[in-house]
């Protein structure tokens, strides 16, 4: 192989002043920093987001509408019933349907009020439910009743008269008043 040789004495220079010595030492070289430049400009957007977030929150607030007064289970049954009532559905010959939704409206009150899925039980299950709940003033033998004979209007197709369409809607609006929950009066201030 070969010989390890020096470059500098290869390339014949003469005196060690001319020869190689190493590397340069370091020359400070100055470079601008724009640090301060990004810290402020990241301060001035983290102040115009928070200030853009809190504009949004003051709109929001103002469009938010004001509260809607929650209409109660008892109210919307007193309601229905009415409904049913002014609608008058036997006059047209559709006695039948107006005690489909008489039934329907009385069973979701119940429902609601005794909380449990009463729209969904046979006649006999949902007697049977309300026998083991025991609700206060409702006439359960009164109700019986009148849940057979709505059996006897849906699957047997008897075909009901105006009179008994009217006295449905009369009990039923007897049995929600009768038996809807006791609120407290709103407190007026003086």
Not at 112 to 128: G, H, K, M, P, Y
Request: hydrophobic residues 45%; charged residues 25%.
């Amino acid at each position: 192989m070969g010989r390890v040789s020096s470059p500098c004495a290869e390339e014949a220079q003469g005196s060690p002043e001319r020869s190689h010595h190493g590397p340069k030492p370091p020359v400070a070289v100055l470079v601008r920093s724009f640090l301060w430049a990004w810290l402020l400009g990241a301060i001035a957007l983290a102040g115009a987001l928070i200030a853009m977030r809190k504009r949004l929150l003051e709109r929001w607030r103002r469009r938010k509408p004001a509260a809607v007064p929650e209409i109660l289970f008892d109210d919307v049954a007193l309601q229905r019933l009415a409904a049913l009532r002014a609608d008058a559905p036997w006059a047209r010959g559709q006695g039948r349907s107006a005690i489909f939704a008489l039934s329907e409206i009385v069973r979701a009150y119940l429902g609601s009020r005794l909380q449990f899925n009463a729209l969904d039980l046979t006649s006999e299950e949902f007697v049977a439910e309300l026998r083991r709940r025991r609700l206060i003033g409702l006439d359960l033998a009164g109700l019986i009743e009148q849940v057979r004979w709505e059996d006897l209007v849906k699957f047997a197709k008897l075909v009901p008269t105006q009179e008994e369409c009217l006295r449905g809607i009369d009990l039923a609006e007897s049995l929600i008043r009768h038996t809807r929950p006791l609120r407290s009066l709103p407190v007026k201030a003086a």
